[in-house]
């Protein structure tokens, strides 16, 4: 923690709740409580949690030249994106590899809002913009609320007018508790939820009301690390956690293609001109590995950088365990040889903790129609 230098106001909540402050992207985050986190897992997916991850970095963009910044270092169609909606989308290096993620929210006519994690986001919008009519503002005084759970709306819908009205990925300037907020509906957890952007002198508040207000409901302070169990359920991914930044080929630079991740979806039909572009047309039909689905034949998680094998032959490494206590299953995210990235592939793990087998399966694990994240009523 002593190179951290990003902080947030709810630092004291968490360290309350047990929690040591874990760096993450700069930021003290509060990867773990002292309690079950599983207890955590079963409330997001039955009830709700609230969760603290204003770690993601909010680059304003302001200007006439905002959306062409926007449109040469994303993959999506922004002409598309209307004040109150935002879209999912990745970035590329010139060699067609994946360098981020983002969220990009529209919130007004020539101004736009990025959210992304610990990739290079944010230089790469700085770079961009050099010499155009768009400024670029690092706002760290916006937290990021993260309420998600079946029961998240119920419990906004007491407070703020019109929220279950608000569609998947779109968002709405609002008031929580007299606070001015932004509220999106997006999330991270595969459930319906909403992320709250507030003010750092709100923050406290804001998440003080529903903590104490959401426990009649089951709604409880949830860590960063459930976040985990989450997203393996609901095949989201992590940078660089699911990336060769962390499992390099030995003879290769790092650096995944969208084809080999399952992120192509992220490219606009018809859209060229982005940084990467013709790379990454290039690399398709071309993965070295296919980012999969695993069941564990095991009663609790397997390991990060677990192998796994087929045949006695390594062809692959998990990237992401989980184990949920609702249904009783062993799963994992795993980078595995192209060949053996089909349903049903008999698989063995071979970690530290667990050595057991496996089969290849489909993501996601959980809601693989997405109804729940875009419910309607």
């Known amino acids: 923690m002593a190179l951290s230098w990003r902080f947030s106001v709810l630092a004291d909540r968490h360290r309350a709740l047990g929690s040591k402050l874990e760096d993450w992207s700069g930021m003290g985050t509060a990867w773990t409580y002292d309690k079950d986190m599983s207890e955590e897992h079963v409330a997001v997916r ?3 949690g609230i969760m603290d991850v204003s770690g993601l970095k909010k680059v304003h963009l302001v200007g006439p030249h905002a959306i062409a910044v926007l449109d040469s270092i994303t993959t999506r169609d922004l002409t598309k994106i209307y004040p109150g909606r935002s879209v999912y989308a990745t970035m590329l290096n010139e060699r067609g590899h994946f360098t981020d993620d983002c969220i990009v929210y529209r919130t007004g006519p020539n101004s736009w809002m990025l959210v992304h994690g610990s990739g290079s986001g944010h230089e790469e919008l ?4 050099a010499g155009r009519n768009c400024a670029v503002l690092f706002d760290d005084d916006l937290h990021d609320l993260s309420l998600q759970g079946p029961l998240a709306v119920d419990y906004l819908a007491k407070y703020v007018p019109g929220i279950r009205d608000l569609k998947y990925f779109h968002h709405m300037q609002t008031t929580l508790f007299g606070a001015p907020v932004m509220i999106s509906r997006t999330g991270y957890t595969g459930e319906r939820g909403y992320e709250i952007f507030v003010r750092g002198q709100d923050a406290v508040m804001v998440w003080d009301r529903i903590v104490e207000e959401g426990k009649e409901m089951g709604i409880i302070p949830c860590c960063f690390s459930v976040l985990d169990m989450l997203r393996v359920e609901s095949y989201l ?3 660089p956690y699911d990336n060769s930044q962390m499992y390099p080929f030995a003879d290769q630079a790092p650096g995944d293609s969208l084809w080999e ?10 859209k060229t001109g982005f940084r990467g572009a013709e790379e990454h047309a290039r690399l398709k039909g071309k993965e070295r590995f296919k980012i999969f689905g695993m ?3 095991a009663d609790g998680p397997a390991d990060l950088g677990d192998e796994v094998f087929a045949d006695g032959k ?7 365990p989980s184990y949920s206590s609702l249904t009783q299953k ?15 592939t008999k698989l063995e793990v071979r970690g530290k903790t667990v050595k057991a087998g496996a089969t290849a399966h489909t993501l996601p694990f959980d809601d693989p129609e997405k109804k729940k994240r875009t419910a309607v009523g």
């Open 295 to 297: 069941l564990i034949d």
């Open 330 to 344: 062993s799963m994992a995210i795993a980078r595995l040889d192209v060949d053996k990235a089909v349903h049903g």
């Open 126 to 129: 700085v770079k961009q913009a």
């Open 261 to 270: 991740l399952g992120l192509d979806f992220t490219v606009s039909p018809g």
């Open 46 to 48: 039955t009830k709700a």
């Open 314 to 320: 390594k062809v692959g490494v998990i990237t992401c």
């Open 237 to 239: 991914l992590f940078y």
